[in-house]
């Protein structure tokens, strides 16, 4: 069992095995974010792409519960080896999403659980 969040469960949102977005989609460096709606419920999603390698997390900061960025698709700080949150800087690491300094030390992002497989981006 995986403790990741599945958009699959989101009622409306694509079924698992289906192509959320092709990896040419999101420049190299930055992210592309999701906004899914299901009732009154708002998920709101980005991946991260870092060269050949994606990174799928759930928009949510663990420390105080705001959203990680304050400009569209821009999730790190300026190495771009962590996803820094603009809130009260914390910085978590691009892989696991574990936070490595500041408020929430410890803590970690939720994972999306999607699959990159032949340059497309898949559902779970
Ligand atoms: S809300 Fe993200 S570090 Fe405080």
Redesign the pocket.
């Known amino acids: 069992m995986t403790d990741k969040f599945r958009i699959s469960h989101i009622k409306g949102a694509p079924a698992s095995g289906e192509i959320l977005c092709v990896i040419d989609d999101i420049v190299d460096g930055t992210a592309k974010e999701f906004s899914f709606h299901d009732g009154d419920d708002i998920h709101d999603l980005f991946i991260q792409r870092n060269g050949g390698q994606v990174y799928a997390y759930v928009n949510i ?1 663990p ?4 959203p ?1 960025n304050m400009e569209e698709g821009e999730f790190t700080e300026k190495s771009g080896r962590y996803f820094m ?1 603009h ?4 910085l978590f690491q691009l892989e696991d999403g574990l936070c490595v300094a ?3 030390n410890g803590a970690k992002l939720q994972a999306v659980d999607v699959i990159l497989k032949d340059g497309n981006i898949l559902v779970v």
């Open positions: 900061c420390h105080a519960g705001t990680l949150c809130t009260h800087g914390a500041g408020p929430c």
